[in-house]
T-cell receptor, first 113, second 113 residues
């Protein structure tokens, strides 16, 4: 139980384009999901908290207009990286909360060329 | 603000040797503590957690961790490691009823034959 999926697992896009990453809780409903970013050989950095039916809460220093988060249902949150730049290349990981615990997706590797 | 310190960025050990990965957190009234494991290019998998009750918690693959409130520590131990234990290990804490996790910088465990 408590499985979280992400799609796509990896994506390559050109600079200036937008890319959407999906995070789904497969066997439970989650009112809260989190989005993290992980640079090579570093820890996870919390980007934002995604709440179903309301606006996401962004951490300090994260551009909300660049990283658009939509939590349209209790099983789906999406992260859209708009006008991507090479420095946005990273590993993006989501998690979904069930009974005070976070369950993590497998991650999405984004490469911006 | 809560912080988590993993004192060792890399820990190399030989197979069948014991290992301890250290984790300290800044003091808080009430904390939940977690250890996650990450294999290359994958998301995080929960290894074990302390929410309440017994201060010694165990995982199904032989790891254990002990919550020490006086020393604000949650060190991870295994009496005999396997090659397959090679991975990155992250300590994380949530506090004050928040679902947000604060992660340590991670410890790369390398088990050599």
């Amino acid at each position: 139980g408590a499985v979280v999926s992400q799609h796509p697992s990896w994506v390559i896009c050109k600079s200036g384009t937008s890319v959407k990453i999906e995070c789904r809780s497969l066997d439970f409903q989650a009112t809260t999901m989190f989005w993290y970013r992980q640079f090579p050989k570093q820890s996870l950095m919390l980007m934002a908290t995604s709440n179903e039916g309301s606006k996401a809460t962004y951490e300090q220093g994260v551009e909300k207009d660049k990283f658009l988060i939509n939590h349209a249902s209790l099983t789906l949150s999406t992260l859209t990286v708009t006008s991507a730049h090479p420095e946005d290349s990273s590993f993006y990981i989501c998690s979904a909360v069930l009974v005070y615990e976070q369950y993590f997706g497998p991650g999405t590797r984004l490469t911006v060329t | 603000a809560q912080s988590v310190t993993q004192l060792d960025s890399q820990v190399p050990v030989f197979e069948e040797a014991p290992v301890e990965l250290r984790c300290n957190y800044s003091s808080s009234v009430s904390v939940y503590l977690f250890w996650y494991v990450q294999y290359p290019n994958q998301g995080l998998q929960l290894l074990l957690k302390y929410l309440s009750g017994s201060t010694l918690v165990e995982s199904i693959n032989g790891f254990e961790a002990e919550f020490n409130k006086s020393q604000t520590s949650f060190h991870l131990r295994k009496p005999s490691v396997h090659i397959s234990d090679t991975a990155e290990y992250f300590c994380a804490v949530s506090s004050g009823g928040s679902e947000k996790l604060v992660f340590g910088k991670g410890t790369k465990l390398t088990v050599n034959p």
